[in-house]
C-alpha cells in the first residue's frame, strides 16, 4: 500500500473534451471517469475566478479529478470557462464577470446529459459557487457544493431561489477566509433553509495543504458518493 499524497495521480479513463456553448463559443475540457466501471454520480467542477488564475487545474479541481474516480467512482468534469487557459488549452471568447459564462455553465450541463452521465452534481470553487448559484438551478442538477463561497456577483435572491427550489446546498467556508467566514456564511445561507454550512478549522480561501485538500474531498463524497466515505489515505499500486 501506498500513502495517498499531494500528487499521487490514480487510475482513470481520462479524454479530452471539447463543450460547446449556445452562443457559438467552444471551451476546452477534460473527462474522467472510473477506471473500470460506470460512474455513480458526475461532478461539474466550476473552477476560481480566471482573472485571478483560476483555470481547470486549480489544485482541488484537478486532484478531485485525480483521485475521485478511483476512489468513490465519480466522473469529474472539468473545463476552463470562456477565454480562460490552462495546460489543457484556451477556451474561446473573453472573460464575461459571470453573466456570460451562464452559456458554459449551461454546455457543460448539455454534456452530461448527451453523454449518459448520471446524477450531475456542480462543484464551485470561489467564483465558481457564484456560477453555481447563480446559473446552476438546471433541472438536470441534483445539488451543489460550493468551495470557499464569496457571496458577492451571487447574492441573497440566488439563495433565496436555492431555498423555494430545496435541492441540497453544501458550503464548505474556510476559518480563515478571506471573503466569507463561518459566522457570516451561516447567517447569508439561512435563506435556504436545506442549506448545510461546514466551516473547516484553520482552512484559507484557496485550501493549500494536503490534510484540507482530503477534508474537501471527504465531504464531497460524502454528500454525492457516501457509500465510499471515508475515502481511504493509501491505494494499493497493483491495481494501477
Known sequence: MAEIRAATVLPARREEITLHTSDGLRLVGELALPPDRPPVATLVCLHPLPTAEGMMDSHVLRKASYRLPALAGLAVLRFNTRGTTSARGTSE??????????????????????????????????FGTELALRWGLDPLVEGAILLSPPLKRAGDADLDAWGADGRPLVALVPEFDDYLRPAEARERFARAPQAEVI????????????????????EIVRHVAPDAYPLPTEWDESDR
Open 93 to 126: 471568447g473573453e472573460f464575461g464577470e459571470g453573466e456570460t459564462e451562464r452559456f458554459d455553465v449551461a454546455a457543460a450541463l448539455e454534456y452530461t446529459e448527451y453523454h449518459d452521465l448520471p446524477r450531475p452534481w456542480l462543484l464551485g470553487w470561489s
Open 199 to 218: 466551516g473547516v478549522d484553520n482552512a484559507k480561501h484557496l485550501w493549500v495543504g494536503e490534510p484540507y485538500v482530503r477534508t474537501v474531498l471527504d
